[in-house]
């Protein structure tokens, strides 16, 4: 008769030896996914990188990438975030970092964010600043800065759930999300909506996306400082006084930066679902409606996408941020460029024409809407992708075998240890 202990030897064996086999077999099979299938080596594309370590808050940087060459970076921020090329050449970049020492109303040192103007090249520097400090690195940054035609700057700001707008160093405007959400006592104190972008798409008008609450807003703004009222809904809450207002998931979920693209589509990074996707009003319900979507590229599944913009050539960019890359597709979802980045991008521009408000849309897919989620195990590999700089190709079943391994280590070594203490006793 076999012992407990030569059965939990070979238990605890075999699972190690599953753990291993896997690792290497994947890594010996995985795509090389920073191969570029274009051979156009003028494309220039801006990136803001929010960076890496824990929470992703270290290392940030912006850079320029030409074909597949980085040309320049300007590395000196805990995290970048969006990125855009102004008339005169110079980049605005929203960003976040610690250290300050003007702090009020919080101790010193601290962490402030907002926006910098940067003058690129060889040796880029940062010509001016605009920022304002914050309780803490996370959930709290400025992810989203766009200069208006007023010479005004409009931004999001996650800390207090607003958007505003500021000249001269003055804030000239802003929205309040409590006048639309129930919030909280102290928005500061908790990562209540998330508001992570805002674009002008129209003479007062601005696209506004609400993270944690699975929405876009179009805010239109009035003549006063605080007069202004949402007037549509993107993946409208149908029972909004039953609770929370929060869209459908299966639309939208935890998405960033969309791209309207006429009145009536807009191109969104659907991060939660792991898919970029182009919603539609529907000319019969009101509703919005997937109508495309790409959940991954060159094989591989997207993860936590957080960018994707239309092109001028019809193509769409995609800031494909957990698996560390940029990838531009065609409508059928074939990868014609991509870029293999050191960190964890946020968000990529295309050079020259950056993002634009208008652009392609592409023809209904009857099959958009279908989602690729596995219970459990892709919300297991989405938290950690998010925490630590792991392999592209990890996906669901990794996470599979990686448990079924370490449940074999753990049952040997119980019989082996139970075998052990028995003898002792015995």
Partial sequence: MVSRDTVGTALAGGGVALFVVMLLVSAALAPNLGSATGTDGSRETLVGSQGGGPGLHDYGSVYLVTGNETTWRLADADSYFDVTQLENGSVMAGFMDSGYTDCEPY??????????????????????EYSFPVRTRGNSEVHDVEKL????????????????????GEVTWQWNASSFYEAPPDPTRTDWLHINDVDRIGENRYLVSVRNANQL????????????QVVEVVNADPTPEEGPRRGDPDVLEKQHNPQWLDDGAVLVADSENGRVV?????????????????SEADGVSLRWPRDADRLDN??????????????????????????????VPYEAERLPEGETVGGQR???DENADELNEIPVLSLLLRA?????????????????????SFGMVLSGGTLYLSEFVRRRRA
């Fill in 107 to 128: 101790d010193s040192p601290c962490v402030r964010t907002g926006f910098r103007i940067i003058q690129p090249g060889p040796d880029p520097e940062v010509l001016s």
């Fill in 384 to 404: 950690a992708k998010s925490s630590y700089p792991l392999p592209f190709w990890l996906s669901e079943i990794h996470v599979l075998l990686t448990l079924v």
């Fill in 149 to 168: 035609p007023s010479g005004e700057y409009l931004m999001t700001d996650m800390d207090a759930e607003r958007i505003f707008t500021v000249e001269d």
């Fill in 362 to 364: 592409y023809d209904v």
């Fill in 314 to 343: 019809g193509n769409t960019l995609v800031t494909d941020s957990l698996n560390s890359r940029i990838v531009e597709v065609n409508e059928s979802g074939e990868t014609v460029w991509s870029y293999r980045t050191p960190r």
């Fill in 217 to 228: 807003l179009v805010v239109e703004r009035g003549e006063g400082k605080y007069d202004s």
């Fill in 278 to 294: 182009e919603l539609h009003r529907s000319n019969e319900s009101g509703e919005w409606e997937v109508a495309w979507s790409l």
